[in-house]
């Protein structure tokens, strides 16, 4: 099989218009809107239902960030809903966002889902984060026999949208309420006026702030 393209950060995402448990869905109509879009090897199967639990855990906490939720497999709607269904009823969690039947693999395709090293016809664990713009801005891939922290994904979105709105970076570790690292001076002058300024400098490259409130 042919290894697929990648998205690459930073660059428009790929667009498609794919059957959904939620109807017929593209990118595009979430224009305006952060999407997570992540893969899942197959309906029917333990770690990818701990998963999608966990998802569902969440999905408020991602709404109230402008975040769609979007899952995709090679499965059929028919699978995705029976599986659906399964969950609610022996977990008692609501899936209440769409799920890609991706059954002619054009999303995984586009998306560089599929690794013929680790499987031919199943996705691997794929995360992709689209901006309102529709730009990719990470991307995250696990084995098929690790689940994600679905805490790690939402904390990213965190850390995407504070750099978006304020210009600043995260580190290591960062949670929302922590001191942001200021962008590193590009001139001399600025390198001294940096150390002067009152921020939290450790040498003149190094500055942590507080993220300002209106940011």
């Avoid at 952060?34 to 197959?42: E, K, N, T």
């Avoid at 995407?160 to 922590?178: H, I, M, S």
Wanted: hydrophobic letters at 40%; proline letters at 7%.
């Amino acid at each position: 099989m042919e290894m697929p393209a990648l998205p690459r950060l930073n660059e428009p995402a790929p667009q498609f218009t794919a059957k959904s448990t939620r109807g017929d869905i593209s990118v595009e109509q979430f224009k305006g809107k952060w999407i997570v879009l992540f893969s899942h090897p197959a309906d029917f199967t333990p770690v990818c239902t701990t998963e999608f639990i966990e998802f569902a855990r969440l999905q408020d906490e991602f709404r109230r960030r402008n975040v769609q939720l979007i899952g995709v497999s090679i499965d059929s709607i028919y699978a995705h809903v029976a599986w659906i269904r399964n969950i609610e009823e022996h977990f008692g969690v609501k899936i209440d966002f769409p799920v890609i039947a991706d059954l002619d693999m054009k999303v995984a395709k586009a998306y560089g889902m599929i690794h013929p090293a680790a499987a031919d016809t199943s996705t691997v664990r794929c995360v992709f984060i689209i901006d309102p713009d529709q730009n990719v801005r990470a991307m995250i891939y696990y084995p098929l026999t690790t689940g994600r922290n679905t805490d790690e994904i939402l904390r990213l979105v965190d850390a995407l949208q504070v750099n978006t709105r304020a210009k600043v970076a995260t580190p290591a570790n960062w949670r929302p309420g922590d001191k942001v690292i200021l962008p590193a001076p590009i001139t001399q002058e600025d390198a001294e006026q940096r150390v002067h300024a009152g921020y939290e400098c450790t040498d003149w490259y190094f500055c942590k702030a507080e993220l300002p409130a209106a940011a």
